[in-house]
């Protein structure tokens, strides 16, 4: 994902149907709906994508940007630890609708396994809504190998300020109900 994101390209259904392992090596496929980034964060004219794997941002029509795989890439990690993708309990409404309205990903279930607390930091950091929090591909290989949050923010997308207005607008609708 590193040297796809070095060339500007994102993959934009990263899952596990796309991942291939074989003689040691790990090939990442499916690149049909993959695209170069613009410097401009733009509406998408379709969403596209895997439902169990999509980013916030991508569910509320914004194109995919590096930070988008890196949630699909977080929910992969969750799929490892539970055995089921985060949201597989939920029909594709009601996940788009949890998606759009800015609430955090349930994340007990990676404390309720005996997995290692790097894993389930690093995709814990993989899963956080607001996209400007997740980290690069480059920080989760280092945080991987070290334990420790450094090395290279790698290729980060600007977000635009209609981000925050409309996170904005979410949380004042959800006050006054």
């Not at 291939?20 to 690149?31: E, Q, V, W």
């Not at 591909?137 to 945080?143: A, D, I």
């Not at 991987?144 to 300020?161: C, D, E, I, N, Y």
Request: hydrophobic share 35%; aromatic share 12%; charged share 20%.
């Amino acid at each position: 994902m590193e040297y796809l994101h070095g060339r500007n390209i994102v993959h934009y259904d990263l899952k596990y149907e796309n991942i291939l392992y074989n003689n040691g090596r790990i090939k990442i496929t499916d690149f049909g709906i993959s695209r170069k980034v613009v410097k401009s964060f733009g509406r998408a004219k379709f969403v596209r994508g895997t439902k169990y794997y999509m980013a916030p941002e991508v569910a509320n029509g914004w194109c995919a940007v590096y930070e988008s795989d890196v949630w699909s890439f977080g929910c992969m990690l969750y799929y490892v630890a539970t055995g089921r993708p985060p949201y597989h309990d939920m029909d594709a409404e009601t996940l788009f609708r949890r998606l759009q309205l800015d609430r955090e990903l349930p994340l007990a279930p990676l404390r309720n396994h005996n997995i290692p607390l790097l894993f389930a930091q690093a995709t814990e950091a993989c899963l956080r809504w607001n996209l400007v929090h997740r980290p690069s591909f480059s920080m989760l290989k280092t945080f991987l190998r070290t334990g420790v949050w450094s090395g290279s923010h790698g290729k980060t997308t600007k977000v635009p300020p209609s981000i925050s207005v409309l996170r904005t607008s979410i949380n004042k609708a959800r006050n006054i109900r």
